[in-house]
C-alpha cells in the first residue's frame, strides 16, 4: 500500500497556493510508494462527515501554478482546536476537536500531512505535532508577518496589485489636484504599504509599527503643497493608528472566526485631515481583496514552487514538526515552534523604514 500525504491549505487564501500544490504533487510523483491527498476547505475536509478529501494527480494539477486562490479550498474561520458547533438555544461556541482529527487521519492511513498556511494555520500545526501528527509547515500569507523566512510567498503579488493602485492614484491625484488615500491589508504588520510606499512613491506611509501623529502628516501635506505640487498621495495599513488611538475594526460574532476585522483606517485618516484643516480635496480607496486574488508574479511562482519540492523533500525525510523556510537563496527547514514564536513586524529601526524616510517619505511620528 501506498504512503498517503495529506496537503491542508488554511487560513485566508493567497496568490501561489496552487504553485505549492502542483509542486508538491510534481515531486511526489518521483516517489512510487507516495500519494498526496488533499482536504477541501483546510481541516474541514477530514473533520466533516462524510469527508472531503481529493486525490491530487500530476493530471489534476497541471498547468495551476499560474492561477490564484487554491483548487483544494480554504477557511479562516475555525479548525481542529476551535470547531464552531451550535448550542441548543443558537448561539454558537468552539470546541476542542484535535483528538478527534488525529483519529480520523489514522483511520485514513495519512503518514504525513503538509500544512500551508499563515501564523494561525502553523499554530495548528505546531499543536497538531504535539499530538504525534507527522505535519511539515509552509508559509503562506499576503502579509508576510511570519518570522523565521525572509518572505512568504503570496506577499510580493499583493505588493504588485498595492504598487500597481498607488500608480494609478498617482495619475488620478495629480489631475485632480486632490489628496488620494489607499487602504492596504498586512494585519498587524505594515510589510505591505512600506513596500508599495517605496514602490509607488507615496508622500506618506502609515503602518501599525509607528503610530501616528495627525499634525505631523499635516505637515508633509503641507510641505508637498508650498512645494508645488498640488496632490499628494497616502498608503495605510489597515492595522495603523494614531497616537493614543486604536485599530479600526468591526468587532466579527462570526464563530470560529477572528474575533476582529480590521478595516477601517483609510476612512478615520481622511476625516482626522479634514478635521486637522486639510484644504485639498481627499478621496479614499480600499484596496482589500483585490490584494489575495489573481495570478502569483513570477517571484512567488517560484518561491511556491520551492516551498513545495522542500516540503515534500522534508516528508521523506521525516522532518516533522518543522517548516520550510525562505533563507535567500536557499529553503531550510526550521522549527514550527520558533517560526511561530515572534510575530514578524516592520522594525521602525530597520534599513527599509530608513530607506522609506531617505526618499521624504513621511512615516506619521
Ligand atoms: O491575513 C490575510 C488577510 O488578507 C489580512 O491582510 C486581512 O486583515 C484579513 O486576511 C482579511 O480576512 P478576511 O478573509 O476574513 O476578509
Redesign the pocket.
Known amino acids: 500500500m501506498r504512503k498517503r500525504l495529506l496537503v491542508v491549505t488554511g487560513?485566508?487564501d493567497?496568490p501561489g497556493l496552487n504553485a505549492v500544490i502542483r509542486a508538491i504533487v510534481k515531486r511526489a510523483a518521483f516517489e512510487s510508494d507516495w500519494e498526496v491527498l488533499g482536504s477541501i476547505d483546510a481541516f474541514n475536509g477530514i473533520m466533516l462527515d462524510p469527508m472531503q478529501i481529493v486525490e491530487l494527480t500530476p493530471e489534476m494539477v497541471a498547468g495551476i501554478h499560474v492561477q490564484g486562490g487554491t483548487i483544494i479550498g480554504t477557511t479562516?474561520r475555525g479548525g481542529p482546536f476551535n470547531w464552531p458547533v451550535q448550542n441548543t438555544d443558537g448561539s454558537w461556541t468552539t470546541i476542542d476537536r484535535s483528538a478527534d482529527l488525529m483519529d480520523r487521519l489514522r483511520a485514513q492511513n495519512i503518514s504525513a500531512v503538509i500544512n500551508i498556511g499563515?501564523d494561525g494555520s502553523q499554530k495548528i500545526s505546531q499543536g497538531l505535532f504535539e499530538l504525534g501528527c507527522p505535519v511539515i509547515g509552509v508559509p503562506k500569507?499576503?502579509?508576510n508577518d511570519l518570522s523565521d523566512t525572509d518572505f512568504t510567498f503570496g506577499f510580493q503579488t499583493a505588493v504588485e496589485s498595492a504598487t500597481d493602485a498607488v500608480d494609478k492614484l498617482v495619475t488620478t491625484a495629480a489631475s485632480h489636484h486632490r489628496v488620494l488615500i489607499l487602504e492596504v491589508?498586512?494585519?498587524y504588520a505594515g510589510w505591505i504599504a512600506l513596500h508599495a510606499s517605496i514602490a509607488g512613491g507615496a508622500e506618506v506611509c502609515l503602518i501599525p509599527e509607528i503610530d501616528y501623529d495627525i499634525n505631523s502628516v499635516m505637515d508633509a501635506l503641507n510641505r508637498r503643497i508650498t512645494s508645488g505640487k498640488g496632490f499628494a498621495n497616502i498608503v495605510i495599513a489597515?492595522g495603523a493608528k494614531p497616537r493614543e488611538g486604536t485599530m479600526s475594526y468591526t468587532a466579527s460574532d462570526d464563530p470560529g472566526?477572528?474575533p476582529i476585522?480590521?478595516?477601517g483606517a483609510g476612512l478615520r485618516l481622511s476625516q482626522e485631515l479634514k478635521d486637522a484643516g486639510c484644504s485639498i480635496e481627499i478621496r479614499e480607496t480600499i484596496l482589500g481583496?483585490l490584494?489575495?486574488g489573481g495570478k502569483p508574479c513570477a517571484f512567488d511562482r517560484v518561491l511556491a514552487s520551492q516551498f513545495g519540492v522542500a516540503a515534500f523533500e522534508m516528508v521523506l525525510q521525516e522532518k516533522w514538526g518543522q517548516m520550510a523556510a525562505y533563507c535567500h537563496p536557499e529553503i531550510v527547514a526550521v522549527p514550527l515552534s520558533e517560526a511561530i514564536k515572534t510575530y514578524n513586524h516592520v522594525d521602525p529601526g530597520s534599513g527599509l523604514v530608513r530607506t522609506a524616510r531617505g526618499l521624504g517619505i513621511c512615516m506619521g511620528d
Open positions: 487560513g485566508g493567497c479562516n499563515g500569507t499576503i502579509d491589508m498586512g494585519r489597515e472566526a477572528m476585522r480590521l478595516g481583496h490584494q489575495r
